[in-house]
């Protein structure tokens, strides 16, 4: 899920092309997180939660070490931290982190192990991938049930950090293809989904909300 004129998946390009959560996920990962942990700046913890997609250089962003090749492909989440760790108790830098998290689970957890193998094999599947994300954005919104909460958290932009990786305004120009995502129509709900399940999918969520919040709980003690 990146640019207008772009698929709606976070394509990555460097000698194959794959895929990772949605920025709604990660929207939503977030909301679940602030939630728990009672984060007062929630806006600010929520961009946090989307900013590694804003920019098209996601190597960088992601934090991404290993090969795809020899599925040695990972998420370097605590590398991130390292990087910031003057700055970690900010909400903006917390819900970058936990964007990471969740990013590493879906690479190891869909990509690498069947997810890729079905994509190369079915040059199909991608299609159908992109249209199940797309049909998931109003499944998860509808499900969770704080789509209004969401779309006002994200509408009044805070004052954010400029990262190396990623400048407040890439954030600010990306909000409204998150916004974007947030407008389907209703009969989403009940079209079929061809390589996921929604229980699948929110599985994925809450396992992500649930190590996110692990880790940012050992920080923050």
Request: charged share 25%; with cysteine; aromatic share 12%.
């Amino acid at each position: 899920m990146n640019y207008e004129g772009q698929t709606n998946s976070k394509v990555i390009t460097k000698g194959c092309e794959w895929v990772l959560g949605s920025r709604i996920m990660h929207l939503v990962i977030a909301n679940r997180i602030a939630e728990s942990l009672t984060i007062e700046d929630r806006p600010t913890f929520l961009l946090g939660g989307i900013a590694a997609d804003a920019v098209t250089t996601k190597d960088i962003s992601h934090f991404f070490k290993g090969e795809v090749q020899d599925y040695s492909r990972s998420v370097d989440y605590k590398g991130f931290m390292h990087k910031y760790s003057s700055h970690v108790e900010n909400p903006y830098i917390l819900g970058y982190f936990s964007h990471l998290i969740a990013d590493d689970i879906w690479l190891k957890g869909f990509y690498l192990p069947w997810l890729k193998n079905r994509m190369e094999e079915n040059k199909e599947i991608l299609n159908l991938y992109h249209n199940d994300f797309r049909l998931l954005n109003g499944k998860l919104l509808e499900y969770y049930g704080f789509k209004n909460d969401l779309k006002v958290a994200i509408t009044n932009l805070p004052a954010i950090l400029d990262l190396e990786e990623v400048k407040s305004e890439d954030v600010e120009k990306f909000i409204p293809y998150v916004l974007g995502d947030m407008e389907y129509d209703k009969e989403v709900v009940n079209e079929k989904l061809d390589v996921f399940t929604l229980d699948q999918i929110i599985g994925y969520v809450e396992t992500s909300v649930d190590l996110g919040l692990l880790h940012i709980k050992l920080l923050l003690t």
